[in-house]
């Protein structure tokens, strides 16, 4: 069964560094998302993503963050500067298309900013 | 702006036995997308079930169902014949069907603990 992978599965980084989360939807999909979770809250939209542009971004997603999807396949989040805040579980998801219903997760990224 | 609202931060069912997990939610909008999700220890997001706002039919997959109150704004989960597999966090999420507005609101959880 087609899934979402996410490398890596934990990423741990110093406080000022930037990072590289990446993401391989599901082959045939054409809508992208990024999500965070920070330990023991809620589950909050960062950005989506469609036809290789920025669809909907949330108050989260500042300068700091940015996406790219450079090869067809692959779809990064890119955290430049990291701060202590940013410690979360991040997940991206993908959806076929406009009337599929159901968005289709990864396993997430752990990351901790220390 | 569209809120989901899990009032339950934590409930405990013995195993065999049936739990309700609440779930309400606001919004302005007549038609819409909900959603159970579950999230075992893994972390990962699993799709339990999904209902259409348009459709007054209660969705049912296998041992998990809802029940949607459209008017009184409530989407609530039922888990019948609990499984000690079932322990995990479980989100309630909202998507619009506005295209350019599809993303998932989650609720804050609730964790669901499978007594033996």
């Known amino acids: 069964e087609p899934e979402v992978t996410q490398t890596p599965s934990h990423q741990v980084t110093q406080m000022g560094q930037e990072v590289i989360l990446r993401c391989v939807p599901i082959?045939?999909?054409?809508?992208f998302y990024w999500y965070r979770q920070i330990l023991g809250q809620k589950v909050e939209f960062l950005v989506s993503?469609?036809?290789?542009?920025?669809?909907?971004k949330s108050e989260i997603f500042d300068d700091q963050f940015s996406v790219e999807r450079p090869d067809g396949s692959n779809f990064t989040l890119k955290i430049r500067s990291t701060k202590l805040e940013d410690s979360a579980m991040y997940f991206c998801?993908?959806?076929?298309?406009?009337?599929?219903?159901?968005?289709?997760f990864g396993q997430g990224t752990r990351l901790t900013v220390v | 702006a569209q809120t989901v609202t899990q009032s339950q931060p934590e409930m405990s069912v013995q195993e065999a036995e049936t739990v309700t997990l609440s779930c309400t939610y606001d919004t302005s909008e007549s038609d819409y997308y909900l959603f159970w999700y579950k999230q075992p220890p893994s972390r990962q997001m699993i799709l339990v079930i999904r209902q259409e706002a348009y459709k007054q039919q209660n969705a049912t997959e296998n041992r998990f169902s809802v029940n949607f109150q459209k008017a009184a704004k409530s989407f609530s989960l039922k888990i019948s014949d609990s499984q000690l597999g079932d322990a995990a966090m479980y989100f309630c999420a909202y998507r619009s069907v506005m295209n350019r507005d599809d993303k998932i609101i989650f609720g804050k959880g609730t964790r669901l603990h499978i007594l033996p």
């Open positions: 993503f469609y036809n290789n542009e920025i669809s909907e």
């Open positions: 998801a993908s959806r076929r298309d406009r009337v599929d219903t159901e968005a289709f």
């Open positions: 082959s045939n999909h054409l809508y």
